[in-house]
């Protein structure tokens, strides 16, 4: 591919621009290592005349948050008719919104945690103290809360008394206008990725969670040491099973394309409770994709230079 010149996109304004950046460049360097010509550029106001003016043969999307998962970039990226790896942006938008997409999945029966989406307006207009028993007396305790759009667990919240709770809705509310509160399900936490191949999703080895303070939060995430993981997860093989076969029909579901990861707790009876699904999945040092990828025996840098050339012939075959 030394003839193909790919720009990967990563950093912008959102709140996970660190990690965007990071991810961005881990990715680049591993293409780096197949032979691709990269160029690394962080989004700004500047990236539609780069698009136009320096041409790229591709693009990869590396953003986290905001306009990166939202829909925006792909859609821009869409209109200049710059091959991309990633969701479509229709699909982007739906599944940004975490709601909307636990809908979808729970009707297509797929299982996700029983939860309740409200914005910050409703607590003022209807009274806070009131809403909140009814959260509570309805989804019961513990309890997470977590911005309704958004990644990397920013402003996610476990709370196991009454009395914490505003305190909680307060901090979750600093990263977006709507809460989500979802029933809290006690079980083994799990991520799985998928990856197409030609245009078809296969699911990478689930890698198993196990955060130091027992939330999976932000810091839990990104701090080197401060969560155990095991790949393949520790689970009976028919679990696995059914992780990844949920993974890939969640995958399709929601028509996500070229890569995915799908959050979940395997619960006491074995089910599968999706959470929620990646169309940026993370690939830092400590992101769970390039650890799946390996357990796989597969280089990251391989898996993105074949997607890379899928994304350049799908344009080609939509444009002949």
Request: include cysteine; proline fraction near 6%; charged fraction near 20%.
């Amino acid at each position: 591919m030394s003839d193909r010149t790919v720009a990967v996109l990563a950093g912008g304004l959102s709140h996970e621009r660190e990690v965007s950046l990071h991810s961005g460049r881990r990715l680049a360097q591993a293409l780096r290592g197949v032979g691709v010509d990269v160029v690394e550029w962080d989004v700004d106001a500047s990236l539609v005349s780069r698009l136009q003016t320096e041409q790229p043969d591709a693009a990869i999307v590396a953003l986290h948050g905001g306009e990166g998962e939202n829909g925006s970039v792909q859609a821009v990226l869409d209109l200049l008719r710059v091959p991309f790896v990633g969701t479509p942006a229709r699909a982007c938008r739906q599944v940004w919104d975490k709601p909307t997409a636990k809908a979808e999945l729970a009707a297509a029966g797929i299982d996700t945690p029983e939860w309740v989406a409200l914005p910050h307006s409703t607590f003022r207009a209807l009274g806070a103290p009131a809403v909140l028993d009814a959260m509570v007396a309805r989804l019961g305790l513990p309890m997470m809360l977590k911005p309704d759009q958004g990644g990397s667990a920013l402003g996610a919240q476990l709370v196991t008394e009454v009395g914490d709770l505003p305190a909680a809705m307060v901090s979750c509310l600093a990263y977006g206008d709507t809460v989500l509160a979802e029933r809290f399900v006690d079980g083994t936490e799990v991520a799985v990725s998928v990856i197409e191949d030609g245009g078809v999703p296969h699911a990478l080895p689930p890698v198993e969670i196990h955060p130091a303070s027992g939330v999976y939060d932000y810091v839990a995430r990104y701090t080197p040491g401060a969560t155990t993981f095991h790949c393949p997860a520790r689970l009976d093989p028919s679990v696995i099973t059914r992780l990844t076969e949920t993974a890939v029909t969640a995958h399709r579901l929601l028509g996500l394309r070229d890569v995915s990861r799908m959050d979940a707790i395997v619960d006491g009876a074995g089910r599968v409770q999706v959470l929620e699904l990646n169309v940026s999945p993370g690939l830092t040092d400590t992101s769970l994709l390039p650890l799946a990828a390996r357990t796989a025996g597969r280089d990251l840098g391989s898996i993105y230079a074949g997607l890379v050339e899928w994304a350049i012939d799908r344009v080609s075959r939509e444009t002949s």
